[in-house]
């Protein structure tokens, strides 16, 4: 079959998680650089990485690169591009463009030139050019453009793939799915082991564990762009598909445990799991983390405390993180226990050392995954020092 290149996007922290996802679905020559990872491969291997990625956040199919100076060379280099190959006149499209030292004045002039250039290409070919659909297109096109060079891509996933295909009920702040799954990874935490999020808010983490537990491809439930290119394979696609379905375990109960102070979170939560099918696997219940009972010895406790973005929170965060911290030394010695904030005072006013601390990006917003080990005794004493 014949080998493409293709380039796929992840939080930023996650590249190397993500190497060792692509290398499982059989990807080769794969190279990390900040915020994804380059590979090579075949279409159904493209497809199964689709499927089984927890991390990704797209899989982009590189149809194009060289070198450009002004609007008019990506014209010309995408209009020398064989669109009508890949795709259907009858397929909307739209065309997405980021520039990274990109030395043209307006991106958005660039994004018209490759528009204009793939339209007139189908009218070349075909006597018609394809819709412009910027919402829910068929086919969405990326253009990279760097200091002197472009590349163009083809989008294989659609939806990004933190989207699960659950219809989900939100909270303020909810995590992005592959960020959690991400975070899940690095807790080190494996299916058996109990599983607590006492700040669970919509119950991202709770789904991806359950989820990671119970053998579910995360893109078992939805859609792919890569269905509307017109060298969708289809045979092997659903041969892809049956192959992860048969691996899917039957839901009972996982040791997965959330809570949240606030009892509209709590039944977000619920709603959420239950809609998933989930809810067997997952205990559920109102409770503050000052009041939690841990529910069993040792464990893996991993919370996304909120943030301090209106006037007064912070002061309020201040007041929670030392009874949080006090709660953790009173109860929960045993457990590997995991913040992700962007709030760096944290472990200092849990009275706390972390034993790592690891930077990561929720959207835009730089973070610390803090790991804190609650061994018997003082934890100062054990944990690595700051710094
Ligand atoms: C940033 S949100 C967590 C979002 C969650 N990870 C998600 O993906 O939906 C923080 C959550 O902590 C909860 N919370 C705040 N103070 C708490 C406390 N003292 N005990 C337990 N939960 C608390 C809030 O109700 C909120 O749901």
Redesign the pocket.
Known sequence: MSQHQFFATCPRGLEALLVDELTACGAKNIQPTDGGVGFSGDMPMCYQANLQSRIATRILWQVGRGRYATEDDLYQAAYKLDWPQWFNVGSDFMVKVTGVKCPLKSLEFATLRIKDAVCDRFRQAVGSRPYIDTKEPDVRIHAYLAAEEYQFYLDTSGNALYQRGLRRA???????ENL?AGILKLSGWQPGTPFL?????????LLEAAMIALNIAPGSGRTFGFEKLKNFDETAWSKLRQQAKSKIKPVTFQKIYG????L??VR??KQNIEQAGLMEAVQLSK??????IPPHGEGVLV?????GVRIGEDEELAA?YP??GEALKRKFSGWNTYF?TTDMRLPKLMRLAPSKRTPLFNGPLECRLFEIKMVAGSNRKDAVKEG
């Open positions: 939100s909270i303020e702040a909810p995590l992005r959690a999020d006492p700040m669970c808010g919509s119950g991202t983490f809570s949240d102070t606030d509209r979170a977000i939560a409770v503050d983390f000052t009041e939690v919370a996304n405390p909120p943030y929670l009874k949080m992700l």
